[in-house]
């Protein structure tokens, strides 16, 4: 039973504030409570005493878990002890120790990688561990998994809100354009953008263009997260997306149109292509109440506007 009576939180810890998510909470809490954050040289998140610390110091009563180790596919094929074992022990630390300081609510960031590789689509909430994983982020989405179901079970056994959403694909200000490591959005805002100003006479995308995505502002997202953290009785853990997936070719045209690329987009069937669709099931969450408000075309303006003045402050993230 969802219930919008929640307590009120005074202290709310955004961990991870200088990623992408985080820093759209920090702008979505701004002056609506009193938000703490800590760098990680200031946090390291990995090692408990340091959060146990910082829990019995900053006293939060509420925490939106928006830290992670995160990467592209290669880093994770590459490097997946790093990935499995420094998001467990981060969620597992933060998680126990919130617990252990008397946090009353407590809303864990994973991923839709945690639904399995051939699950049906949309994918619903019920097809956790119904199936084997993509393997090339098997050990971030088991490391996602055990923060999820550690919430889950600090739930059923102390009967704390700890609960947690899972977004689709995000975009939006601060993303990271790193040539080899960005997701495909931020990929193709910064092809077409070099394109652009090179003179390119065409784009060439990989694969057939036909693979379906899905793709959610940032802004939405933290206005979800801040909703969710407002009610009480949720579901364990809840997709956050918009429902609403494009072809890959489709997405490419929308952002030449936003950059302003006039040449010709070509795809390259010889490139793996990925699985056909990937779009979150919404309905558990539009129940609450939440719907998305930035449409793609307006999310897409938006975020190139950023990515011109993240260019001309020198500050475009390449990580
Ligand atoms: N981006 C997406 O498309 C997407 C989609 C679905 C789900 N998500 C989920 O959303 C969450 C946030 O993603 P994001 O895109 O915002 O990632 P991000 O931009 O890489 O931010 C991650 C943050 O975590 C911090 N962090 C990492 N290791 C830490 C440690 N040991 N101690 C303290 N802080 C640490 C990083 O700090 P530094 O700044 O110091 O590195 C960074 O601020 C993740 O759980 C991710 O799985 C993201």
């Given at each position: 039973m969802i219930s919008t009576k929640s307590p009120p939180f005074q202290r709310i810890y955004i961990a991870g504030h200088r990623g992408m998510v985080g820093a759209a909470l920090c702008r979505a809490l701004r002056g609506k409570a009193d938000v703490i954050t800590a760098t990680r040289s200031e946090l390291d998140l990995t090692d408990r005493q340091s959060v146990d610390r910082f829990f019995a110091s900053e006293k939060p009563d509420a925490v939106i878990f928006a830290a992670a180790k995160v990467g592209g596919i290669v880093a994770n094929n590459t490097y997946p002890v790093q990935f499995?074992?420094?998001?467990?022990?981060?969620?597992?630390?933060?998680?126990?120790?919130?617990?252990?300081?008397?946090?009353?609510?407590?809303?864990?960031?994973?991923?839709?990688?945690?639904?399995?590789?051939?699950?049906?689509?949309?994918?619903?909430?019920?097809?956790?561990?119904?199936?084997?994983?993509?393997?090339?982020?098997?050990?971030?989405?088991?490391?996602?998994?055990?923060?999820?179901?550690?919430?889950?079970y600090y739930r059923r056994q102390y009967g704390v809100e700890y609960t947690s959403a899972m977004p689709t694909n995000l975009y939006g200000p601060g993303d990271n354009y790193h040539p080899e490591n960005s997701h495909v959005l931020p990929a193709l805002i910064r092809?077409?953008?070099?394109?652009?100003?090179?003179?390119?006479?065409?784009?060439?995308?990989?694969?057939?263009?036909?693979?379906?995505?899905?793709?959610?502002?940032?802004?939405?997202?933290?206005?979800?997260?801040?909703?969710?953290?407002?009610?009480?009785?949720?579901?364990?853990?809840?997709?956050?997306?918009?429902?609403?997936?494009?072809?890959?070719?489709?997405?490419?045209?929308?952002?030449?149109?936003?950059?302003?690329?006039?040449?010709?987009?070509?795809?390259?069937?010889?490139?793996?292509?990925?699985?056909?669709?990937?779009?979150t099931d919404v309905s558990r969450i539009h129940e609450t109440g939440w719907h998305h408000q930035i449409e793609l075309t307006d999310g897409l303006r938006q975020t190139y506007q950023c990515f011109l003045e993240e260019v001309g402050r020198g500050e475009l993230r390449l990580v």
């Amino acid at each position: 039973m969802i219930s919008t009576k929640s307590p009120p939180f005074q202290r709310i810890y955004i961990a991870g504030h200088r990623g992408m998510v985080g820093a759209a909470l920090c702008r979505a809490l701004r002056g609506k409570a009193d938000v703490i954050t800590a760098t990680r040289s200031e946090l390291d998140l990995t090692d408990r005493q340091s959060v146990d610390r910082f829990f019995a110091s900053e006293k939060p009563d509420a925490v939106i878990f928006a830290a992670a180790k995160v990467g592209g596919i290669v880093a994770n094929n590459t490097y997946p002890v790093q990935f499995l074992a420094e998001n467990a022990t981060m969620a597992i630390n933060a998680v126990s120790s919130a617990y252990e300081h008397s946090v009353k609510r407590f809303l864990f960031l994973g991923s839709t990688c945690i639904y399995p590789r051939d699950c049906p689509q949309p994918m619903r909430e019920e097809s956790l561990l119904t199936g084997p994983l993509e393997q090339t982020n098997e050990a971030y989405a088991i490391a996602k998994i055990a923060g999820l179901k550690l919430c889950q079970y600090y739930r059923r056994q102390y009967g704390v809100e700890y609960t947690s959403a899972m977004p689709t694909n995000l975009y939006g200000p601060g993303d990271n354009y790193h040539p080899e490591n960005s997701h495909v959005l931020p990929a193709l805002i910064r092809r077409f953008h070099e394109a652009m100003v090179e003179g390119a006479a065409s784009v060439t995308i990989w694969g057939t263009g036909t693979p379906r995505r899905e793709f959610l502002h940032v802004d939405d997202l933290a206005e979800g997260l801040v909703h969710l953290l407002g009610l009480t009785g949720l579901p364990d853990w809840l997709n956050i997306g918009t429902g609403k997936d494009l072809p890959i070719l489709e997405l490419a045209r929308a952002i030449a149109d936003v950059v302003g690329f006039k040449g010709e987009i070509h795809t390259d069937p010889t490139r793996p292509d990925g699985t056909p669709v990937k779009c979150t099931d919404v309905s558990r969450i539009h129940e609450t109440g939440w719907h998305h408000q930035i449409e793609l075309t307006d999310g897409l303006r938006q975020t190139y506007q950023c990515f011109l003045e993240e260019v001309g402050r020198g500050e475009l993230r390449l990580v």
